[in-house]
Structures are given as structure tokens and as C-alpha cells.
T-cell receptor, first 114, second 116 residues
Framework: GAGVSQSPRYKVAKRGQDVALRCDPI?????LFWYQQALGQGPEFLTY????????KSGLPSDRFFAERPEGSVSTLKIQRTQQEDSAVYLC????????????FGPGTRLTVL | AQTVTQSQPEMSVQEAETVTLSCTYD???????LFWYKQPPSRQMILVIR??????QNATENRFSVNFQKAAKSFSLKISDSQLGDAAMYFC?????????????FGKGMKLTVNP
């Protein structure tokens, strides 16, 4: 079946603009995760959903970052008033819930803020 | 808070030889999961192998195996018969097994080069 897809793959924004990043998880996957990966670093957790409930948003760096998954499937990560430090690759992952289930990752969205 | 440390930023290996990637972690929990993920230059992260902390037997997946030392909080990955396609960034990751978030905590990664 289809894997996790993300759009757009690349996004260039001017400082101060708002952006929205989309994630389509694998069908039937209850859990959905967003990670931020700076250049040359490991992914860092942003937020986690189980179905439509946002169970952990402890990794969101500021109140400019907002994520939603209203119907328990597609998720959107929104960044308001983008700053240069927001430049990174944003990875989405999905998995079955509980147990040592593999998180399947999407290809990521590379965000560049000028 | 849990942390994962990969102290070697880069390694290289000759094709067909064996290489070991090191990882240490810190946690106060007794049960958890550990993972090795591979990220080729195309950027899509792929699971290589996983280990459940309560299992004493080290996990193996074809040419990939781990050396899990729970007391030392060490989780190294051994790649046997290295192939050119093994060249990638490798990330060690931790996940708690009970309660709370199912988030992964990653190390900073290690770049593996495979020389023909």
C-alpha cells in the first residue's frame, strides 16, 4: 500500500509569512507524529496524535507552531510568522498504536525561511 | 528526560566488511524499546532493527544485529558484509513502552560511508 506522504516537498517562505505543511498517514494508522530535523541533526519530536486527539505537544518550540488532525487521518502543521530558525526538514510519521510498532516516515518537507 | 548519544559522527567501512555503530542512552525506566533507523540521502527514514528492553536476546535482521547491554545502557548496531546500499545516516532511537507519549527520542546520527 501507499506510504506516508507529505506536501509540499519544498517550501520557501519569507520571514513573517505563515506556512501549512500537510501529512497523509498510512491508512489505518492511529498514531501520527511530527518531527523537526535541522541540518546534520537527528529528528526532534514536535507533537503526537492518537486519532484526532493531540496527546503530546511538548515539543512545539513556540506558540507560533500549531498542529491539527481533525478527522483522525490527515494532519496539518502550521507555522505562523515564520522565522529563520524555523528552517528545517519537517518529518511526519505514522504507526499503529501501542507496542514496539515501527513508525513509518514520510519524505519530509524542507522549509527554507528567507 | 531520556537522552540518546551517538558519539561517532562519521565512520567508513570497506564493502563486504563488518562495522559496528555505537549508541548509549539514559533512562530511569526499566522497560522501553530501542530502534536503529537508516536515512539514505533521499531523506526517507527506514527502520533497520528494533529491540524490546525486556528481551535478553539480541535482535537480528539478516546482516544487521544488535548488541544490547541493558546495565550499561548501550545499544550498538553491527552491519555484516557491508554493501554500497548501506551508506546512509544511521540514527539510534528510544521509546518508552508504557504510559505517556509514544514519541521517539533520537540521537544525533552517524554518517556511514561504504567504500568499494
Amino acid at each position: 500500500g501507499a506510504g506516508v506522504s507529505q506536501s509540499p516537498r519544498y517550501k520557501v517562505a519569507k520571514r513573517g509569512q505563515d506556512v501549512a505543511l500537510r501529512c497523509d498517514p498510512i491508512s489505518g494508522h492511529v498514531s501520527l507524529f511530527w518531527y523537526q530535523q535541522a541540518l546534520g541533526q537527528g529528528p526532534e519530536f514536535l507533537t503526537y496524535f492518537q486519532n484526532e486527539a493531540q496527546l503530546d505537544k511538548s515539543g512545539l518550540p513556540s506558540d507560533r507552531f500549531f498542529a491539527e488532525r481533525p478527522e483522525g487521518s490527515v494532519s496539518t502543521l502550521k507555522i505562523q510568522r515564520t522565522q529563520q530558525e524555523d528552517s528545517a526538514v519537517y518529518l511526519c510519521a505514522s504507526s499503529l498504536a501501542g507496542g514496539p510498532h515501527e513508525q513509518f516516515f514520510g519524505p519530509g518537507t524542507r522549509l527554507t525561511v528567507l | 528526560a531520556q537522552t540518546v548519544t551517538q558519539s561517532q559522527p562519521e565512520m567508513s567501512v570497506q564493502e563486504a566488511e563488518t562495522v559496528t555503530l555505537s549508541c548509549t542512552y539514559d533512562t530511569s525506566e526499566s522497560d522501553y524499546y530501542l530502534f536503529w533507523y537508516k536515512q539514505p540521502p533521499s531523506r526517507q527514514m527506514i527502520l533497520v532493527i528494533r529491540q524490546e528492553a525486556y528481551k535478553q536476546q539480541n535482535a537480528t535482521e539478516n546482516r544487521f544485529s544488535v548488541n544490547f547491554q541493558k546495565a550499561a545502557k548501550s545499544f550498538s548496531l553491527k552491519i555484516s558484509d557491508s554493501q554500497l546500499g548501506d551508506a546512509a545516516m544511521y540514527f539510534c532511537a528510544y521509546r518508552r513502552s508504557q504510559g505517556g507519549s509514544e514519541k521517539l527520542v533520537f540521537g544525533k546520527g552517524m554518517k556511514l560511508t561504504v567504500n568499494p
